[in-house]
């Protein structure tokens, strides 16, 4: 198979292309579903094809296939240099690509257990028996668990030499239950929402999640949110569960700091960014203890592989120094344009696409706090768990955020349960505002699986390590 | 493209290969090219050719879906066949299937485009070039996607469904910038020809000279004009929560409680209907059952929700043909929406209002703040405007937006008489409105 790789390239570089790399994937998921008893879902999908990416007249061509054969290989080669040269008739610069090293490598993310050789009986019967628990609780009127499991085989090969196979596991679940009364519904999920929390790991990870043994208190919470007071509009001291701030970093911060939005090559879609290169090393984006990586490295993290989808291994680039800003996210096209090297987050989504610059694991760095500590150093707040809903401008400064659950602080104590929270800002405002983030007993990287991009639309699976953090002066309640 | 014979042979293969009781399968293919463009050159070139087949096998009621892109390998269709009965084995009962529909006449609907199909690289290039050189005249950076796309896609059952339906379309979007002022036009056709750029590129040019000096406003209800892009926006989004049956069925909707009162407006009329070609039409479900056009909201009246066989066989309702694909969890959701256009234009709209604003089109909205009651938030994008008795006076920097729809489509107080359609999965067509009161919940710094 790797002649027939080869050989697109060698075709592509005959055809005229400066540069040429093909992509071969060999992409199995598994994705189950359990709802109030029934199995909803119990799905496998296996999809193979190649894209091959060309530089031709000093302009960008790609092509990709299903077909996975030489000849075809060769026709799609063919169609990449031809796109490319229809590209070059609207250009002004050459496409440059920065230096990198070239490798010829394996890598395969490290696993206990295959989840693809684990029987479906075991997976569904951790499903069916947290479901079971999520409906004994009366007032839950729709209870859900889901697994999914994803394996990527993925074979790089570019015209600068480079040779590197991938192997990239991926697992997660969660639970949700719904409480409905008449016009009011409300959700509890675990340990996220929109289908809980994921890794690159092997089954091992959805075992560790421990479903089941959560699943009462989820049910509970539910339903006592149906009775709750709604959360007050005010603004006040706030306090963010994890993964809700793995959202918000995602949203004000791992978007704005990719480098190809920067430059407004995603402008007429999902927009710009006000973290302009003027502002690098000028912007103080947040408080002094707001420290953000970005770390394609970090052990199980969903945004973590061994080399990016132009061959450039994975690395930790600081972002956010003591709430400096420092760093972007870069590919090899846009990092010669600072002077760069690429920080090897360039992917795409499937054979089908294109790399773009892509989160990886972007990840605010633990503090200092112990989680109760903060709550008893807090006279008066709202403390918010789990994202409901997420929205923000196209510059990303104005955000939205709804949550599942909220509760007062009171004293320094966390009081009754308030329903619908949620919280509006503008970014750096609201990063300067952080003075307490709890420390790494409290730090847990969270997967999403469903970051959106691009055109045609792209998926990415990224993650964000976060641990709970207090924000003052910020505006709750802004539900209506 | 591999035409209605051999896509059917192919599932006929695979479903006589089944154990199943019932067992039906979907086949699809897709040749899509996209030109992405921005700084008014060409940055993303990229084009796919895909294939995909589906197989759900039934025995009793457990219920094995498999799919795989190897659709002309015989070895790979023998796999898949056997993946989705090994599934099927492993299955629990599910008490919610209730079989798959019986054959029933699909109508042919010739939404195929031989020449969107062809179009070449060269000439989607050629078309960006002459949106840029609208925009060279005045600076103007532009930016954008020009998209050209052919699918079929097939259905057959075990019980003799068959269905088959080739379609193409090609689909423009630009937002154009210069400095802090920026502008926006799209269209989308089956047919290539149906797009014109010079139009495209003179409406998004237009817009952004006109939105200049933006001034703030305060967060706070006004009465709005919302150009059909804003429009589409709110309405797609609506009927996919709220007009399901499922989602009725299980207490996720408004329609739960509210099928057949008075919801909103005396003149919003919604429909759905997968056979009108004035949309992107698509004559049967992904169960393969034909089309029925379904009226939602009749007269501010909310009317009805769709179905597909399992929600309707469990209503004892007639099937209307918007099923999901197998594996889908979501239900049936409206997918061919259609609003009832009103006797105004824009001009008209606005001379209605003594102070509020007009609203392009929305930026990330989001809608799971509260289901039940339709509360969306999102923020306005490219060219918001306030409106000063009846006209249209300054630029406005954006704001954000959070309010239910269930209010703002019960405030509705005149739409205009030309209905565009407006792009998206299947995408809507939707007149401009004039909405009372749209509650604004904060602003940004541009």
């Not at chain 1, 990709?64 to 031809?82: H, K, P, T």
């Not at chain 1, 003027?278 to 912007?283: E, Q």
Request: hydrophobic share 35%.
């Amino acid at each position: 198979m790797k002649d027939w790789l080869r050989g697109a390239i060698e075709h592509a570089t005959k055809l005229g292309a400066s540069y040429a790399d093909i992509r071969l994937l060999n992409l199995v998921t598994e994705n189950i579903q359990v709802k109030n008893g029934t199995v909803e879902a119990i799905t496998s999908r296996e999809t193979m094809g190649f894209g091959i990416r060309v530089i031709a007249n000093g302009s960008w061509g790609f092509a990709s296939s299903s077909l996975v054969n030489e000849g075809e290989m060769r026709r799609i080669a063919d169609l990449a240099v031809q796109i490319a040269k229809a590209s070059s008739t609207l250009k002004k610069d050459d496409v440059v690509l920065a230096e990198t090293e070239i490798y010829q490598d394996k890598y395969v993310t490290p696993i206990k257990k295959d989840p693809f050789a684990v029987p479906l009986k075991g997976k569904l019967a951790i499903l069916i028996e947290a479901d079971k628990i999520l409906r004994a609780n009366k007032g839950v009127k729709i209870a859900e668990t889901n697994m999914r499991f994803f394996r990527t085989e993925k074979t790089f090969i570019s015209s600068d030499g480079a040779d590197i196979d991938q192997v990239i596991y991926e697992s997660g679940g969660g639970i949700a239950a719904t409480a409905i009364d008449g016009d009011q519904m409300q959700v509890r999920s675990f340990p996220n929402s929109f289908r809980g929390n994921y890794g690159t790991a092997g089954y091992e990870y959805v075992e560790d999640l421990d479903l089941v043994g959560h699943a009462p208190r989820v049910a509970e919470e539910a339903v006592a949110l149906l009775t709750a007071k709604e959360c007050p509009s005010k603004t006040t001291t706030l306090i963010i569960g994890g993964s809700q701030l793995a959202l918000q970093v995602h949203e004000s911060c791992g978007h704005p700091i990719e480098l190809d939005r920067v430059f407004g090559m995603e402008a007429s879609y999902a927009g710009t960014s006000f973290m302009t290169p003027d502002k690098l090393n000028k912007l103080q984006y947040g408080s002094k203890i707001v420290n953000i990586n970005a770390d394609a490295t970090t052990p199980g993290g969903l945004g973590t592989f061994g080399y990016d989808d132009e061959g450039v291994k994975a690395q930790r680039t600081p972002i956010i120094k003591e709430g400096l800003f420092v760093g972007y996210l870069t590919s090899r096209e846009t990092a010669i344009k600072l002077c760069q090297k690429s920080n090897g987050t360039s992917r795409a989504d499937g054979w089908w696409n294109i790399p773009l610059i892509r989160m990886i694991n972007v990840n605010l760095e633990p503090g200092d706090w112990e989680f109760d500590d903060m709550i008893k150093d807090t006279d008066e707040g709202i403390y918010v768990e789990t994202n409901k809903s997420w929205s923000i401008d196209d510059k990303r400064l104005n955000f939205h955020f709804g949550c599942e659950i909220g509760w007062e602080i009171k004293n320094g104590k966390l009081g009754d349960i308030v329903k619908n929270p949620a919280y509006t800002g503008i970014t750096p405002e609201f990063w300067n505002s952080c003075d307490a983030i709890c420390n790494k007993n409290h730090w847990i990287v969270w997967g999403t699986p469903n970051c959106g991009k691009g055109e045609p639309s792209q998926t990415a699976h990224v993650a964000h390590g976060t641990a709970p953090s207090r924000f003052r002066n910020v505006k709750v309640g802004v539900s209506k | 493209m591999i035409g209605k014979e051999r896509a059917l042979e192919i599932l006929q293969k695979v479903i006589a290969m089944s154990d199943g009781d019932e067992t039906d399968a979907m086949l699809s293919t897709k040749q899509s090219s996209l030109t992405r463009f921005a700084n008014s050159t060409i940055h993303q070139n990229v084009s796919q050719t895909a294939s995909d087949i589906n197989i759900r096998i039934v025995k009793g009621k457990r219920i094995g879906v498999a799919s795989t892109d190897r659709i002309n390998d015989e070895e790979s269709l023998k796999k898949l066949v056997k993946k989705a009965s090994t599934i099927a084995d492993f299955q629990e009962e599910n008490p919610n299937y209730l079989g798959m529909p019986d054959p029933s006449p699909v109508k042919e609907i010739d939404s195929f485009c031989q020449a969107t199909a062809a179009y070449s690289p060269s000439q989607r290039a050629e078309a960006v070039r002459t949106l840029v050189k609208v925009c060279d005249k005045d600076s103007i950076i532009a930016s954008g996607s020009f998209k050209t796309e052919s699918n079929e896609i097939a259905i057959a059952n075990s019980k003799g469904i068959a269905a088959y339906h080739p379609t193409t379309s090609a689909e423009i979007t630009t937002v154009v910038m210069k400095g802090e002022q920026c502008g926006y036009a799209a269209a989308s056709s089956n047919h290539v020809s149906d797009i014109n750029i010079q139009a495209i590129a003179e409406e998004a040019t237009d817009l952004c000279r006109r939105n200049v000096n933006q001034i703030e406003v305060e967060p706070g209800k006004y009465d709005v004009v919302l150009h059909p892009y804003a429009v589409a926006d709110l309405i797609s989004i609506t009927c996919a929560l709220e007009f399901g049956a499922l989602a009725m069925q299980e207490g996720r909707s408004f329609m739960s409680e509210k099928m057949g009162q008075k919801v909103f407006s005396d003149s919003l009329t919604v429909w759905d209907d997968g056979l009108d070609v004035s949309g992107m039409p698509m004559p049967f479900d992904f169960e393969g059952y034909p089309k029925q056009k379904v009226v939602l909201i009749e007269n501010g009246v909310a009317k009805n929700v769709v179905y597909d066989t399992a929600t309707a066989r469990k209503a004892g309702k007639p099937l209307t043909g918007h099923a999901l694909p197998p594996g889908s969890t979501w239900g049936p959701i409206p997918i061919n929406v259609f609003m009832k256009p009103g006797s105004e234009t824009l001009d008209s709209l606005t001379s209605k209002i003594k102070k509020g604003l007009y609203v392009t089109r929305f930026h990330y909205i989001n809608p799971f703040l509260d289901i039940k009651r339709a509360v969306f938030t999102g923020m306005t994008r490219d060219g918001t405007f306030l409106i000063e008795d009846g006209k249209m006076t300054k630029a406005v920097k954006n704001l954000r937006f959070t309010m239910s729809m269930i209010d703002a489509f019960s405030h509705l107080d005149g739409l205009t008489q030309q209905s565009m359609f407006v792009g998206g999965w299947f995408g809507v067509r939707v007149p401009g409105a004039l909405i009372r009161g749209f509650n604004f919940s904060g602003k940004t710094q541009f």
